[in-house]
């Protein structure tokens, strides 16, 4: 079984696993990755011996020893994720180290230099905190006093003043004759705009009225057809009414065969009366005469 797990954890270089196993397979295998750093037919043998499979033996002797080369021991790692339903055994994940491409970055990331302070910088800081100190002083001495403006400030302040006064108009003349011209611009602008909208108005009850022309169109032509049904109606009965009557002589000549036809039954039945009457009586006369 630990033959079995550690060539599966060579090839997939991580395999998932109960914490119990995977503690007697790190045990197991990291022998066998201490001896691979030594790539000779003997190591390959001995390893071939537990292993008992060459393909994991060529992936260990190939990738990873090269890669754990230079590392003393610790080449696998256990993380723990949580219990197994079922049996709520302890599972884990068991990796080989240097296989682990994020976490190795993220170690590389958070390595620092590590810097010990001594006796003699504290010694140094000392004298330079002194000489700092009496400089402030001696600029905070030399910063000069808040004067008042000399007379030729306030001339220059005075014409400086003047020149705005005598700016002031033409700059308000020049704002007003700016927004002139804005505002002819600014109504323009919103007719331009109108006409657009204008159009849309236009163009939507033009739309409405052909909708609305539509269904009068359908009730006429639905009344055109009922009228036209009417017509032919009215014409078929006519042409019936319009037909003449039998003639009286077809009448009377179709009476006068039924007439004849009946009178020619009665005359069968009173023939076929009489013979059978004969019949008995001369059935009669027989029985009478003597034998």
Request: some cysteine; proline content about 6%; hydrophobic content about 30%.
């Amino acid at each position: 079984m630990l033959a079995n797990m550690a060539c599966s954890l060579i090839e997939h270089k991580r395999i998932n696993t109960t914490v119990a196993k995977a503690k007697e397979l790190r045990k197991y295998v990291e022998p066998l990755i201490t001896k691979s750093k030594a790539d000779s037919t003997h190591s390959r043998r001995v390893v071939f011996s537990y292993l008992k499979s060459k393909d994991a033996v060529t992936e260990l002797f190939r990738e990873v020893a090269p890669k754990v080369a230079d590392r003393p021991g610790g080449y696998v790692r256990i993380l723990k994720t949580g219990r197994r339903l079922g049996d709520s055994a302890e599972m884990c994940m068991i990796e080989l180290v240097d296989f682990n491409e994020l976490m190795l970055q993220a170690g590389k990331a958070t390595k620092s230099k590590r810097s010990r302070r001594g006796g003699k910088k504290k010694k140094s800081s000392e004298p330079t905190a002194a000489a700092a100190a009496p400089a402030a002083e001696g600029a905070v001495a030399d910063s000069p006093k808040p004067e008042e403006k000399s007379e030729d400030v306030k001339q220059a302040d005075k014409s400086d003043e003047a020149k705005a006064e005598k700016g002031a108009p033409e700059e308000k003349a020049e704002a007003k004759a700016a927004e002139k011209e804005a505002k002819p611009e600014a109504k323009e602008e919103p007719k331009a705009e109108a006409n657009p909208e204008e159009a849309k108005a236009e163009a939507e009850p033009k739309a409405e009225t052909k909708e609305e022309a539509a269904p009068k169109e359908e009730k006429v032509e639905k009344k055109e057809d009922k009228a036209e049904a009417k017509e032919d109606t009215s014409k078929a009965e006519a042409k019936e009414e319009s037909k003449p009557d039998p003639q009286p002589d077809e009448k009377e000549a179709e009476a006068k065969a039924k007439q004849d036809e009946e009178g020619k039954a009665k005359e069968q039945q009173t023939k076929k009366d009489d013979a059978g009457t004969d019949t008995d009586g001369k059935k009669d006369q027989e029985g009478q005469q003597p034998r």
